[in-house]
């Protein structure tokens, strides 16, 4: 079972990025898959999860509503974050989820000027 993200980086205040997260080892399709972050000496936050099936319910930590985009591509066994006007406050590791407890290597966004 793995879970590989990618698409992280530096990015200036309301700028985006599209956050990736490929899957292997299990049934994509049928997980629960989610985004978490961390920040600098804080803990590990949910961010956005998207339920398993080809429809996926999705829901969101407040702070990122109408700013943040998780969807997926069963067929490509893959998660995305889309990540729109981006705030300094949103800067953190970025992990990939699959519900309860399987998580990838995270990858750093960090927003400035």
């Known amino acids: 079972v793995q879970l590989v993200e990618s698409g992280g980086g530096l990015v200036q205040p309301g700028g985006s990025l599209r956050l990736s997260c490929a899957a292997s080892?299990?049934?994509?399709?049928?997980?629960?898959m989610s985004w978490y972050r961390q920040a600098p000496g804080k803990g590990r936050d949910l961010v956005a999860f998207?339920?398993?099936?080809?429809?996926?319910?999705?829901n969101y930590v407040e702070s990122v509503k109408g700013r943040f985009t998780i969807s997926r591509d069963n067929a490509k066994n893959t998660v995305y974050l889309q990540m729109d006007s981006l705030k300094p406050e949103d800067t953190a590791v970025y992990y990939c989820?699959?519900?309860?407890?399987?998580w990838g290597q995270g990858t750093q966004v960090t927003v400035s000027s």
């Open positions: 989820n699959k519900w309860p407890d399987v």
């Open positions: 080892g299990f049934t994509f399709s049928s997980s629960h």
């Open positions: 998207i339920s398993n099936g080809a429809g996926g319910l999705t």
